[in-house]
C-alpha cells in the first residue's frame, strides 16, 4: 500500500509562486509515476502534470504554458510542483497522484491518491 500527502498550499496573489510537494509512503513508490491534478469548484478534476517514474519524461497541461515544473526525488520519495506566475484560474485544490502509466494525463490510470492541498491566488 502506498499512502501520500500533499503540502505547499495556501494563499498567493496572481503572480506569486507555491511549491507543491507530495510524500509518498511504501516501498515500491520509485516504481510508479508521478503526477498532480487539480479540481475547481463545480469542475471537473483536470491533469497538471506528471512525471515518469525515473523523472526522466514529464508531461504537462496545455494551460501550465510553461508556468510550472514537475519533479521528483525517488530517494526522498517525494514528487513536488513549482508553480510560479500564478493566477486566479488556477485556483482549485491540487492533488498528488501515482500509477504504473508514465506521463498519463488520464486520471483513471492513477492507483494512489493523495487527500489534496487547496491552492487560492487572490487578483
Known amino acids: 500500500q502506498v499512502k501520500l500527502v500533499e503540502s505547499g498550499g495556501g494563499l498567493v496573489q496572481a503572480g506569486g509562486s507555491l511549491r507543491l510537494s507530495c510524500a509518498a509512503s511504501?516501498?515500491?513508490?520509485?516504481?510508479?509515476?508521478g503526477s498532480w491534478f487539480r479540481q475547481a469548484p463545480g469542475k471537473a478534476r483536470e491533469f497538471v502534470a506528471a512525471?515518469?517514474?525515473?523523472?526522466?519524461?514529464?508531461n504537462y497541461a496545455d494551460f501550465v504554458n510553461g508556468r510550472f515544473t514537475i519533479s521528483r526525488d525517488n530517494a526522498k520519495n517525494t514528487v513536488d510542483l513549482q508553480m510560479n506566475s500564478l493566477k486566479p484560474e488556477d485556483t482549485a485544490v491540487y492533488y498528488c497522484?501515482?500509477?504504473?502509466?508514465?506521463?498519463?494525463?488520464?486520471?483513471?490510470?492513477?492507483?494512489?491518491w493523495g487527500h489534496g492541498t487547496q491552492v487560492t491566488v487572490s487578483s
Open positions: 497522484a501515482i500509477g504504473r502509466y508514465n506521463n498519463s494525463p488520464r486520471w483513471g490510470e492513477y492507483d494512489y
Open positions: 512525471i515518469s517514474w525515473s523523472g526522466g519524461s514529464t
Open positions: 511504501g516501498r515500491t513508490y520509485s516504481t510508479y509515476a
